[in-house]
């Protein structure tokens, strides 16, 4: 198990950008691959995006895809979430995931650690 802390949410203007950030505890974090996922109210959550545990690879929902981008620093434990050109159907709650799947993987199950969630709210 890992602890995961996002942070980064906040309100922004359709068209704009966030950055999330998800602090891992631990000293195994670099062999996790990490995930985005988000829920917005009254529906279930949805992938976003996946990150492998070199951060070689990558996997986007559609709807982020070229919008969206994900990162890692191994380093120091992190994974961050770059939003741009942000819709309004962005709105959610975002949390961070870490599995012990190699590879990328969209499944809410293959996850087994799960931060807070941090709020996005885009208005128009």
């Known amino acids: 198990q890992v602890q995961l802390v996002e942070s980064g949410g906040g309100l922004v203007q359709a068209g704009g950008s966030l950055r999330l950030s998800c602090v891992a505890s631990?000293?195994?974090?670099?062999?996790?691959?990490m995930g985005w996922f988000r829920q917005a109210p009254g529906k279930e959550r949805e992938f976003v995006a996946t990150?492998?545990?070199?951060?070689?690879?990558?996997y986007y929902a559609d709807s982020v895809k070229g919008r969206f981008t994900i990162s890692r620093d191994n380093a120091k434990n992190t994974v961050a979430l770059q939003m741009s050109s942000l819709k309004t159907e962005d709105t959610a709650v975002y949390y961070c995931?870490?599995?012990?799947?190699?590879?990328?993987?969209?499944?809410?199950?293959?996850?087994?650690?799960w931060g807070q969630g941090t709020q996005v709210t885009v208005s128009s």
């Open positions: 995931a870490a599995t012990n799947i190699v590879g990328n993987s969209r499944r809410l199950y293959d996850y087994h650690s």
């Open positions: 631990g000293r195994t974090f670099s062999s996790f691959t």
């Open positions: 990150i492998s545990w070199s951060g070689g690879s990558t």
